[in-house]
């Protein structure tokens, strides 16, 4: 298995266990946002695509868990850009949209962003989960849609 297939696989299990496990997450308010935690994946997600979007590489520094750092090779990085790239363009910037946490054990916080890229066609959805120590756990994009799932 090559190591994008493998990225892609730690990132499709993501995308499948926490939408069948919504039963127990919910929306926070604004006023019960952690703004550090805001800015934490937000800051993640912005160098990430404008190291990106400048030809390099993302190194990791200690901000993601191990899996997700190992598991993000220089390979597997340009291959995530260049799929992102291809649908929606060259990144510009993150907005972000909205917080929301596990009731059942408050471990994992997922937030979401609205990318904008270059093809302005549609906004992207960013997503970022941390977990309990603030590590960015799980990341990925998908087409935009109001309702989280």
Not at 96 to 102: A, F, G, H, N, S
């Amino acid at each position: 298995m090559s190591k994008f297939q493998h990225v892609f696989f730690i990132i499709a299990f993501i995308f499948i266990v926490i939408p069948a496990s919504c039963q127990g997450i919910v929306k926070l308010p604004e006023d019960q946002v952690n703004q550090v935690q805001t800015e934490l994946a937000k800051n993640f997600a912005h160098n990430f695509f404008s190291t990106l979007k400048d030809g390099k590489t993302y190194e990791f520094h200690g901000e993601a868990t191990e899996i997700l750092s190992k598991s993000f090779t220089p390979e597997s990085q340009k291959q995530v850009y260049q799929d992102i790239k291809s649908k929606f363009g060259d990144y510009k910037s993150l907005e972000y949209v909205e917080t929301w946490k596990d009731t059942g054990n408050e471990k994992m916080t997922i937030i979401r962003f609205k990318g904008t890229f270059s093809k302005g066609t549609e906004m992207p959805e960013i997503r970022i989960v941390l977990d309990e120590a603030n590590k960015i756990a799980g990341f990925w994009y998908k087409p935009w849609i109001e309702e989280f799932k």
